[in-house]
């Protein structure tokens, strides 16, 4: 991974501390972090992945992912919803260091200030951003969509909401619409909906629109549905969105360990003569962790990486990145599970800073892709089977 130096001020020991401080009682009292997203407004964070001459830090996706482990090592929920950000942000940096249309409009917006949220989730539709259950009609300069977004992270303080709404006036070439709403625009209301187990701090609230409107110079790709349509947006969007969400469940199992780790000296058994930290199967499940925790951090590094240098992976990119979040997020998870295994009761209280990793953390196979889909594409791509074929098994 590259070594960041020249950005660190966005990101300090200062803010990382005040971070740590407020996670707790945001999950609590399940309220948005206002205070972490102001203070990351204001050093700049959101900015780390706009290109240098617009203003930005001008950082790769393996540099953003290494400062997003390091948010979320303090501050999980924080990091989660920052992440739907950086996806925008990123997805158009790249498209625009590969000289290709789709990204700009976002890349000016951003650099001016405007703060980018996702509006991707649909109850029902387990192929996001490919397919739509929103629909969106052709009208003088621009589009309606109705639809009903769930998962909303960002919802008090964005000001574009990135949404896509499948256009079926032609039955036969139904075509996806990937707009932004504004956050002054008529027709949608956000509702609150976020109390969940997890991740509590995001305010990832419903989003319903009502033929809202996106003019056309706020639409930046129409295109076909399904994988026929998919193209380096497309790719570009789930790189920063999928390893995105494995950097962030990366940093708070790595919390997790380092949690128990101070922990097991102090831990005694009236078994042992010595701590807990003598106990052979305590030291067996502690190395389990360090060899996930291994393993994870390697193979996200290595994708973000490619990414990040262009390696021509061709059409196994798609698989490469939904295998590689799949495996970082089951691997965290078996972290923070066992971390809670040799806490022993005590990590279920909420007093402990473990109790709340252990919710947050089981959040992050939920993400897109979730097992089911990942193993459906992973497994058609790899064996050459177009995704889009129908019927789509047996």
Known sequence: MTTIDRDTAVLTDEMLGRFDGRAPVYDRENRFFQEDFDELQASGYLGIALPRDLGGGDLTLSEVSELQRKLAYHAPATALGVNMHFYWVGMAADLHRMGLDGGDWILRKAAEGEVFAAGHGEAGNDVPVLLSSASAERVDGGWEITAHKIFGSLSPVWTYLGVHAMDSSD????????????????????????????MRATASQDTLLDRAFIPDDEVV?????????????????????????????????????????????????????????????????????RIAL?????????????????????????????????NVVSLAWSVVDNALDVSGGSGIFKRTRLEQIVRDARLGRIHPGNPMLTHEVVGKLSLGINPDEQPRWG
Do not use: N
Request: charged share 20%.
């Open 171 to 198: 039955p036969a070439g139904p075509r996806i619409v990937h707009g932004f709403l504004r956050r002054s625009a008529p027709r949608y209301r956000i509702e609150d909906t976020w109390d969940v187990l997890g």
């Open 294 to 326: 291994e393993a994870a951090t390697s193979h996200l590094d290595q994708v973000c990486d490619d990414w990040s240098r262009g390696v021509d992976h061709g059409m196994q990119w798609p698989a490469k990145i939904m295998a590689c979040k799949h």
């Open 221 to 289: 790709m129409v295109c076909p549905a399904g994988f026929t349509g998919a193209g380096p947006f497309h790719v570009a969007l789930f790189a920063w969105a999928l390893l995105g969400f494995a950097g962030v469940y990366l940093g708070l199992a790595r919390r997790a360990y380092d949690e128990v780790l101070a922990q097991l000296p102090r831990r005694t058994s009236m078994a042992l003569s010595r701590s807990m930290a003598y106990h052979p199967e305590v030291q067996h499940i502690v190395a389990e962790m």
